[in-house]
């Protein structure tokens, strides 16, 4: 995603194709997104050109995917993507036609004018999401699009037009042959948008978690946890809430399937395997040490996701915490390893670390004053 992009930036892309006399066009999210007095993540060009007739043109952009065709072709300070029309169109009207919402099937031309035969302006003022051919049509071209819809409901705040809902319910079953990589991604931005417990819920009475691939299939057509309500935000924290509302205490063996990067599934077995652990403040003490604020203030937002009169404090009162314990890591304890290698009860042992550990859990709940002499005098009575 790149941050900052303006109009400017692909406008000289589609200025420079025009130059060699290709038909290109802003396409997509962007033209929606500035309808809406919204600002652009990307810019996306639509271009009446072959991938090796861009490659000539753009000699230095980077084609990710042999599949898709698209180039990433840098402007300015960012990248924008340049994509040929889609299969079998000629002109930018049946590109649109191809796409998969009214909202996303509009354009704009270098000179801004919008071109939208498939009245996406109207459904953006309506809210309403609608496709530009047939909904079964649209969805048997890919069925990602079936939780794209819900992505959009969520993000944009859109209502499914009624057609497009029933569509939706029939062509589920083709998400079984989906990757399950895609749908991850889909459902992690849909995470994001303020309508997240509408679309989830939505989802559900559609009972479309059970039509996703065996990996990450459910077995029930009832979330295991009775409501969404105060859906954790945190892109980790509310990840862990819907897998513990999918899978209930089968969520942990869930994980592998759903292909998280390593840093995203560490990160949520932490906060599932936390859930249900009962915490006196030493432990938030000790969690917080050893894990910092961001991921204690996920946790304690993810309890009280699940235990509804659990009480959660402001994420910067957690960071006022982490900032005032009296040591951050082992290296400021006042008592080298070097030391506690010299005395008597640990002199050619492999207890160094224990002892590390015991003294760093005894500064950080303040049991003892982190100092070198305090610190000896602790280990010193704990191995008598």
Known sequence: MNEGQTWEEGLHIIKTLRRRGIDAYVVGGAVRDGLMSREPSDIDIAAAATVKELSVI????????????????????????????????????????????????????????????????????QQVLRTPGPAEQTFSLDPLRVVRAFRFSSVLGFSLDPGVERAAESAAAGLAHTAVERI?????????????LDALENMRELRLFSYFPQAVQTVSAFFYHSTLVQFPAGKEASWAALLYALYG????????GWRFSNQARKQCRWLLERIDVPASPDTWLQWLYYFGPQQVADLE??????????????????????????????????LPPKTI???????GTAKIGEAVALLEKAVVNEKVENSEQKLLAYLEEKER
Not at 184 to 196: H, S
Not at 249 to 256: G, Q
Not at 320 to 332: A, D, F, N, T, V
Request: glycine share 6%.
């Open 58 to 125: 753009f000699p230095h952009a980077v084609k990710p995917s042999e599949k898709h065709g698209t180039l990433l072709v840098k402007s300015g300070k960012n990248i924008v993507e340049v994509t040929p029309f889609r299969a079998g169109a000629k002109t930018i009207e049946e590109d649109l036609q191809q796409r998969d919402f009214t909202c996303n099937a509009i354009a704009a031309d270098e000179q801004g004018m919008v071109i939208d035969p498939f009245n996406g302006r109207r459904d953006i003022r």
């Open 184 to 196: 991850r991604d889909e459902i992690t931005r849909l995470l994001e948008g303020q309508k997240r």
């Open 249 to 256: 205490h089968r969520s942990l063996n869930m994980l592998h």
């Open 301 to 334: 937002e993810l309890k009280q996701w699940k235990y509804f009169a659990y009480h959660r404090r402001p994420r910067s009162e957690w960071k006022r915490k982490w900032e005032g314990l009296p040591i951050h890591s082992s290296q400021e304890l006042a």
């Open 341 to 347: 290698a010299l005395m008597p009860a640990y002199k």
